[in-house]
């Protein structure tokens, strides 16, 4: 009798197996599921795994989103624009230096307790810059690299934790309710910062962000113990964790040709976004001294803060919106492959049309979808895309692909304009055609992907 009580609670399932949820079709969905089942379609029995998810990614975006005020404050009141651009080139350099010691702490304790760990060093680090902050020190440069590093590794371990729950089939059905959480947390997030910062200062919204990441803990926890068992995964076996050796992540990126195609694909696609930020930022610049011209009463830069905080409010609602009604019915006609394909698309068709009437209205508008896209279907597809891979390449070859060659993106289009500005002489709608060859291009990579994601989808899946 005490063995079967002790077989039924969950703190004593044998060698840490998470406890079962009943059967898909055993019981009558609950309000949970019933409410996500609007987003897209759930099985009785998941809705307590999904339900952790949302709200485990709701929490992480929640403190990030906190944080990113603070970062650009601090970082533009130690040493301006240029600074800043310094800031974001060391972001790369440090990553290459901090995933090797990532990937040797994954092969040596497991992805568990390396995911608890990064989880500690977020909060310990955000303790430390508070107290630096309390004490007047100036931290705006050390800070902005280290929530960027920080950040996009905890993100990376967020949706590797996802992949690791869910298989091919459910994970695509899944993935647009986590992602919303995401969106939720995200938009959440950016709201409450600008009011939190003037009520609050700095340090004060570091605490309310620590608050948000100490759930987060709770709620990874919670999620993986009372995850879906018995789902049927089909890995690769190409993606075996290998032997520990020197930049083993970097290795197995190189050396795996869908791997290194989703880097491409993610350089391209942060090249092609931080060029079209430039536009945008030119034909606000513009728009602004038009208006200013005409006799407004407002200043340039109260006009140009307008403008962004219209474009933003835009951004996150037709991302909310696209993410609740259109990313899971995609996924489903279209599949991941597919869907990972809606947004090359729009940028190709949208910047010819930049690069023939490069006027803010146009501009304005591509912008926004282009954004309001990338933050849901492309953001949910893209890590959707990792569901097929055996664990090693889930975290350690995903962190090395969301940290370090999304930030090499980053460098590209930087060198991209000041190239093209400095020495030769681009106007926008230069840099629209050069954007429409570059989407040209990733849709081609794209294409390729979705080929190797449907070879590797299929049971007993060989090589990558």
């Known amino acids: 009798m005490g063995g079967a009580a002790q077989r039924e609670h969950p703190s004593h399932s044998r060698e840490g197996s998470p406890p079962r949820e009943p059967a898909p079709g055993s019981r009558k969905r ?18 307590r795994s999904v339900g952790l998810c949302f709200a485990n990614g709701f929490s992480l975006l929640f403190a990030i989103y906190l944080l990113r005020p603070v970062r650009e404050a601090l970082v533009l009141a130690d040493g301006g624009a240029e600074n800043r651009s310094y800031a974001v080139g060391a972001m790369a350099l440090v990553s290459m230096l901090v ?14 307790l390396v995911t608890r760990g990064n989880a500690l060093v977020f909060l ?21 690299v280290w929530l960027g590093v920080v950040g996009a590794i905890a993100v990376a371990q967020f949706w590797a934790l996802a992949t690791e729950l869910y298989d091919v089939e459910s994970g695509s059905r899944l993935f647009p309710v986590i992602a919303l959480g995401v969106s939720l947390g995200a938009w959440t997030g950016s709201l409450v910062a600008a009011e939190a910062t003037l009520a609050l200062g700095s340090g ?32 690769s076996s190409a993606f075996a964790t290998p032997k520990t050796r020197p930049l083993a992540g970097f290795a197995s990126v190189v050396g795996s040709r869908y791997l290194l195609l989703i880097a491409l694909s993610v350089v391209l696609l942060n090249w092609i976004n931080g060029i079209g930020d430039f536009i945008m930022a030119q ?14 009463a407002a200043g340039r830069g109260e006009l140009i803060g307008a403008i962004y905080g219209r474009f933003y409010a835009w951004v996150n609602l037709l991302g909310l919106l696209v993410q609740v009604l259109l990313v899971s019915r995609l996924m489903r006609t279209l ?38 896209c990338s933050h849901s279907i492309q953001s949910t597809s893209r890590h959707a895309l990792f569901l097929p891979l055996g664990g090693f390449a889930r975290f350690e070859g995903k962190i090395v692909i969301d940290t370090f060659f999304w930030r090499l993106g980053d460098l590209i289009q930087v060198a991209t304009i000041y190239v093209g500005t400095t020495w030769l002489g681009l106007e926008a709608r230069h840099f629209g055609l050069l954007n429409v060859g570059l989407a040209l291009a990733l849709v081609l990579v794209v294409v ?16 990558a």
């Open 335 to 372: 599949g991941v492959a597919g869907a990972a394909l809606v947004l090359p698309l729009i940028m190709a068709l949208g910047y010819v049309l930049v690069a023939c009437v490069p006027i803010f209205a146009i501009v304005h508008a591509i912008k926004t979808i282009e954004n309001c």
């Open 204 to 235: 004060g919204v570091m605490v309310l962000a620590g608050a948000a990441l100490t759930a987060t803990l709770l709620l990874s926890e919670s999620a993986r113990q009372w995850g879906p068992s018995g789902t049927g995964r089909r890995c």
């Open 99 to 112: 995933l090797p010691c990532y990937g040797a702490l994954y092969r040596r304790y497991g992805k568990a």
């Open 448 to 463: 390729l992907i979705g080929r190797r994601y449907a070879r590797l989808s299929e049971p007993h899946a060989g090589g």
């Open 30 to 47: 609950t309000s949970l599921e019933a409410l996500f089942s609007l987003v897209t379609r759930l099985e009785p029995g998941e809705g």
């Open 283 to 296: 034909a606000v610049a513009d728009r602004a001294d038009a208006l200013v011209s005409d006799g407004s």
């Open 124 to 144: 310990a680090g955000l303790v430390l810059f508070w107290l630096a902050t309390t004490a007047g020190l100036r931290i705006g440069f050390a800070f902005f």
